[in-house]
């Protein structure tokens, strides 16, 4: 029950204010984390439901894969892309520590995955009341997106807020005292712009490498004319399977 | 309780239904008036099995479809900041239902005038399609009305009111789609949802618009 009011302040945007503790994202990472997993994988059930009545034979596989694999997507994109995150970050002088990082980024996943949940029943609707596969991979393209969306604006408020302050171990503030005092503001100032550049600049990798993790983990749905799989064989690219879900939908192939 | 029921009905139509007990028996009264609707639109082919599946489908359509999209409209509220009015945002868009079903009640009559005049499947289908755009559309007063002082406090109500109109109209479309048939076809037996073609809504009216300009 706490981690769900955790996670409620984290929603409401009062976790990026400092709690009793003086500290911004006051929150214990470990039961969030199993929540946020526990959240995507139920999206991944409401994605995979599209291959229990769109086929001849019900598979009931792939919504096991799927409820497994969503989770597995986000673990996977965040393994390839936190060391650099971190490094990057702290190459250009953020005073964001790496439990501040940890912290920073598990919220702004649990937004994700948490409009990624909201939007289940809508997507399992669908999947259970379509048969059209391009229209299906489409709409979860669409919520993707829109719940990525939403966790990055999180990320980079969280980011804008924590970054910005002052660190009990921060050498600048006991820089030389001869150093003019709005130099040092400067610095700092344009240390935390960096420190946003920073995760810009992640948040793009972030959605690359999310995208090609989901094509390598694919298939997420299930074509209706491909016997299940857990995996397919590699081969194109995510962005080459959107053109051709897009042609598929446009060029009226409909069942 | 005549007087009741129409203190209630208007109060759900002005978008004032303040008290629960008011706002929730406009609710009531909305759920009839889609019950009465789905009677009349299932009274086509003058089969009593369809007259009730419409008759149970209408108020079924608007709850599931509201249903389905309240906890995407949770959710967004939350991050948007604008959890503390939640309880008047959710009785706005619930109570916009009940709206919708107290006007397609009041609109039955010009349907069973149109299936007394004309014949044609096709043409009832587009009637009743009609009816309900009309019944949607002018409901939307009422979330505005109720939507208001929610603006007026947080402008990003406005933002969240785009956004469930938005879910609610691509939901609904699909669910409409799914529950068919609502007329009931005179030269198909009553069936409370056609079974194997549930199929796409969306991807159904592209092919449609798509086949219309080749044949031209």
Known sequence: ?255 | MTGRILFITENTLHGNASRFTTWFGGLIIGGVGGVLYGAVMGAFGLNGVQVLYSAAKVPLLLAATTALALPSFFVLNTLLGLRADFGRAVRAVVGTQAAVGVVLAALAPYTALWYLTSGDYHEALLFNGLMFLVASGSAQWVLRRRYRPLIAANRRHRLMLWAWVVVYVFVGTQMGWVLRPFVGSPDHPPTFVRPAAWGNAYVVVFDLVVNEFRRR
């Open chain 1, 1 to 255: 029950m706490n981690v769900l009011r955790q996670l409620d302040r984290i929603l409401r945007g009062d976790a990026l204010d400092r709690g009793p503790t003086g500290r911004r994202l006051d929150f214990a990472v470990a039961p969030l984390v199993v929540l946020a997993v526990l959240l995507a994988a139920s999206y991944g059930a409401c994605m995979g439901a599209f291959a229990v009545l769109a086929r001849d034979t019900p598979e009931w596989r792939q919504v096991l894969a799927s409820a497994v694999k969503v989770p597995l997507l986000f673990v996977l994109t965040l393994v390839v892309t936190f060391p650099s995150l971190y490094v990057f970050s702290a190459l250009l002088g953020s005073r964001l520590r790496l439990p501040d990082l940890l912290r920073v980024v598990t919220a702004g996943l649990a937004v994700l995955v948490t409009v990624l949940a909201a939007f289940g029943p809508i997507v399992a609707f669908f999947s259970v009341s379509t048969t059209n596969y391009p229209f299906i991979l489409l709409l979860n393209v669409a919520v993707f997106a829109a719940a990525g969306g939403f966790g990055v604006t999180y990320l980079y408020r969280a980011v804008a807020r924590t970054a910005a302050d002052p660190r009990p171990d921060d050498e600048s503030a006991d820089a030389d005292p001869e150093e003019d005092e709005r130099d040092v503001r400067a610095a700092r100032r344009e240390r935390d712009r960096d420190t946003r550049r920073v995760f810009v600049v992640w948040v793009l990798v972030f959605g690359l490498v999310g995208a090609q993790s989901g094509w390598i983990l694919r298939p997420f749905v299930g074509s209706p004319d491909l016997p299940f799989t857990w995996f397919r064989p590699k081969q194109g690219s995510f962005f080459e399977g959107v053109g051709t879900s897009v042609r598929g939908l446009f060029g009226g192939q409909s069942r």
